[in-house]
């Protein structure tokens, strides 16, 4: 078996709304795989339907070979999940969590290791209410993988951390992987999806508007190569005639020329030939960002 | 079954963190019952009180009235909470079984009913001339059905309302109206009317009834009948309604 998920042509409604339209995409076993898009996209369904906590429409699914539809249990026992609006009651301690969640499985690290993997050795005696949003995250993640999983969901799990956190969350979720366990990993943060995402799906509107490595994504819908530069009093419009230039805006004494490919060399080649040398030409690459924007633009994304 | 007992005692250690639950579960019956034995002594009276001492007639009432509170005001508001703050579904994707998250809050009712039924007895005792159980068998019979009823209507309450703060306003306004006509505050001989036909309709009325045959050595009426129907019932209702979000 060479996929850990498959989705074939989801659908699912709730009472008013249609959460996801037809969405269909493959995680393999071992890659970190990303579901990006933005709030009402349609990520939390999808991720919810696959631990069989949502009674699907339309389509099929299928995690480490079982359906959620009628082998949830063989499933969750399999897996790790850190859901979104889920918490613990407040009166209990971090290590009672751990250890409850963790007699669920034979199998699984100790108590004391999650712990200190996630930083939480000095609060294991803390109730789960006096902890900062940051921490009752961490504790969250902690009892996703109690169970040794292999396969983890993360819904927007560096949500509520701090910079430090949140690298250090990405440092762990790649230790998570590198023990061969697939990581699927729900955001909205497009820096945490390009540094640590293998593939990733980008959806809108319930379906799944483009699929693919992050470079990949970046060179399709990056919105091409971006150069920049200052220029006093001068007319560039001869710019435009570049080769591989699609277009030059100006605002100011800046300017950003827009082109694809090669088009960096081209614009220095054709400023030195007018003697014109401004000190701070670069070219700005593309992030997963511009990829969001561009797919998502339109649609009022609140997050 | 691992799982069952691992639940059981953090629900316990989680009950006696909850200042409001020990309130109600451990404190309020004794002050109540020293209230009530300062009030009205313990000479019996053929008119009131099935016939024997007040405090006769309140120790055994209010080991039914620790089960009632604790099944009628912690356990929704708990399982209610549990629900909205999500973690009912945290347990769920987990493959937490149901059987365990609802055992272990019988569990708790019985235990904490157990430890402030006994508490109340020998506080009951040791400040009264207050008469021991007639038929310890029948007494313990009828304290496993009341705790069993109480506890499952508890889970149903807490199944069916939608959150924890209706739950507790629920669950304290039906404990204080059973309380005041079902027998456990004036004896039921004095209320008349529309009032004795509420209090004969409280579940409470006949777990105190349940609870006194066997203590006074009555014979077992039809208040037996009444709470293994409630159980029945609300355990039934609770299978339909249970729900994890």
Do not use: K, R, Y
């Given at each position: 078996m060479t996929h850990a998920i498959d989705v074939h042509h989801l659908v699912k409604g709730y009472r008013d709304t249609i959460a996801v339209r037809d969405v269909s995409f493959s995680v393999e076993e071992g890659e970190i795989f990303g579901i990006l898009g933005p709030n009402g996209s349609g990520k939390t369904t999808t991720v919810e339907s696959l631990q069989g906590l949502r009674a699907i429409d339309s389509g099929s699914l299928s995690v480490l070979g079982f359906?959620?539809?009628?082998q949830a249990d063989q499933i969750r026992r399999r897996i790790g999940s850190q859901l979104q609006e889920s918490a613990l009651p407040d009166r209990v301690k971090v290590w009672e969590a751990l250890d409850l969640f963790g007699a669920?499985?034979?199998?699984?690290?100790?108590v004391s290791e999650l712990l200190a993997d996630w930083g939480l050795s000095e609060k294991r005696n803390a109730r789960f209410g006096s902890l900062s949003g940051g921490q009752q995250q961490r504790l969250l993640v902690a009892l996703a993988l109690v169970n040794d999983p292999r396969l983890v969901f993360f819904d927007?799990?560096?949500?509520?951390?701090d910079p430090a956190s949140r690298r250090v969350a990405w440092d762990l979720i790649r230790r998570i992987r590198e023990r061969g366990t697939t990581v699927v990993l729900v955001t909205h943060f497009m820096d945490e999806a390009e540094a640590l995402c293998d593939r990733l799906v980008v959806m809108t509107r319930g379906i799944v508007a483009a699929e693919g490595t992050p470079a990949a994504l970046i060179d399709r819908f990056g919105g091409g190569v971006r150069v920049r530069f200052t220029l006093d009093g001068?007319?560039?419009?001869?710019?435009?005639?570049?080769?591989?230039?699609?277009g030059v805006a100006r605002e100011r004494n800046r300017y950003e020329v827009r082109g694809t490919g090669p088009v960096l060399a081209y614009v220095a080649s054709a400023l030195v030939d007018h003697e014109l040398a401004p000190i701070d030409l670069r070219q700005e690459r593309a992030t997963l960002e511009d990829v969001f924007l561009n797919l998502t633009s339109g649609e009022g994304a609140d997050s | 079954m691992k799982i069952l007992a691992k639940m059981t005692w953090l629900e316990l250690k989680l009950f006696l963190r909850e200042p409001l639950t020990v309130l109600f579960a451990l404190v309020l019956p004794l002050m109540v019952l020293f209230v009530m034995g300062g009030v009205f002594g313990n000479e019996a009276d053929a008119d009131v009180y099935r016939g024997v001492g007040a405090i006769n007639y309140y120790v055994p009432a209010y080991i039914a009235l620790v089960a009632a509170s604790v099944g009628l005001i912690s356990l929704p508001t708990h399982l209610a909470g549990n629900r909205e703050r999500g973690v009912l579904k945290r347990y769920r994707a987990s493959s937490m079984p149901s059987w365990a998250v609802v055992g272990a809050q019988v569990a708790v009712t019985f235990v904490i009913s157990t430890v402030s039924g006994v508490t109340l007895v020998v506080a009951a005792m040791s400040a009264y001339d207050v008469r021991g159980a007639d038929r310890p068998l029948l007494v313990i019979a009828g304290f496993v059905l009341v705790a069993l009823a109480f506890s499952s209507l508890g889970v149903l309450l807490g199944a069916l309302l939608p959150s924890p703060r209706s739950a507790q306003a629920l669950g304290v306004m039906l404990w204080f109206v059973m309380l005041m006509v079902g027998?456990?505050?004036?004896?039921?001989?004095?209320l008349t009317g529309a009032m004795g036909t509420i209090g004969d309709l409280t579940p409470l009325r006949h777990a105190i009834r349940a609870m006194q045959d066997g203590w006074l050595g009555l014979d077992a009426g039809y208040s037996w009948l009444v709470v293994a129907l409630l159980t029945l019932v609300s355990a039934a209702a609770s299978v339909r309604f249970f729900r994890w979000e």
């Open positions: 359906d959620p539809s009628t669920l499985s034979d199998q699984g690290p100790p927007e799990m560096t949500t509520g951390l001068q007319d560039v419009g001869w710019l435009s005639s570049v080769p591989h230039v699609t | 027998g456990a505050g004036p004896p039921p001989e004095v």
